[in-house]
T-cell receptor
Framework: KAGVTQTPRYLIKTRGQQVTLSCSPISGHRSVSWYQQTPGQGLQFLFEYFSETQRNKGNFPGRFSGRQFSNSRSEMNVSTLELGDSALYLC?????????????FGQGTRLTVV | SQQGEEDPQALSIQEGENATMNCSYKTSINNLQWYRQNSGRGLVHLILIRSNEREKHSGRLRVTLDTSKKSSSLLITASRAADTASYFCATGKGADKLIFGTGTRLQVFP
């Protein structure tokens, strides 16, 4: 079956702009999580959606937001981009049924803010 | 913030040798997972070990967990050049809100 698909793979934006990233989970998976990876901070949890509801949220400013649609596809949005938002953004999907559930990651979207 | 540290930060070995990576974490856990990341790409799930397990095997991988020391280790036996990647441990409830370690960069030379 198809894996987790993230689009676009690469993106270059200018400071102050906004950006929307997309993630299509594995068919049947209802949980989608987003992570930011930077050389300085490593892999950090952004938020998690399950059945269109945000279930968990990491410690990121309100400029970072997301949503999930009825087909489990998810988008994350970053407004008023800053240079420090340059990162690899990873999406993971899982059944979301609790402990011991494996997460499957997409290839990521590499965002560069100039 | 990261849940824990991984040690060493970088490791270089020859093909055929074994590679051992260690992970320490801070809070009590339900399970611990190990992931592999090839350069700048997505994460691949390797193995999950539950808090009531002490050791788990998967192919050439062996993971141990010591909850009293809040540490885990990943052993890759008979390494191959294709094992070159970064390896991360992660804790959390299931797949939600995973907290990753700092990672170990493994280089396997042919």
């Amino acid at each position: 079956k198809a894996g987790v698909t993230q689009t676009p793979r690469y993106l270059i934006k200018t400071r102050g702009q906004q950006v929307t990233l997309s993630c299509s989970p594995i068919s049947g998976h209802r949980s989608v999580s987003w992570y930011q990876q930077t050389p300085g901070q490593g892999l950090q949890f952004l938020f998690e959606y399950f059945s269109e509801t945000q279930r968990n949220k990491g410690n990121f400013p309100g400029r970072f937001s997301g949503r999930q649609f009825s087909n489990s596809r998810s988008e994350m949005n970053v407004s008023t981009l800053e240079l420090g938002d340059s990162a690899l953004y990873l999406c993971a999907s899982s059944r979301g049924t609790g402990d011991g559930t494996e997460a499957f990651f997409g290839q990521g979207t590499r965002l560069t803010v100039v | 913030s990261q849940q824990g540290e991984e040690d060493p930060q970088a490791l270089s070995i020859q093909e055929g040798e074994n590679a051992t990576m260690n992970c320490s974490y801070k809070t009590s856990i339900n399970n611990l997972q190990w992931y592999r990341q090839n350069s700048g790409r997505g994460l691949v799930h390797l193995i999950l070990i539950r808090s009531n397990e002490r050791e788990k095997h998967s192919g050439r991988l062996r993971v141990t967990l010591d909850t009293s020391k809040k540490s885990s280790s990943l052993l890759i036996t008979a390494s191959r050049a294709a094992d070159t990647a970064s390896y991360f441990c992660a804790t959390g409830k299931g797949a939600d809100k995973l907290i990753f370690g700092t990672g170990t960069r493994l280089q396997v030379f042919p």
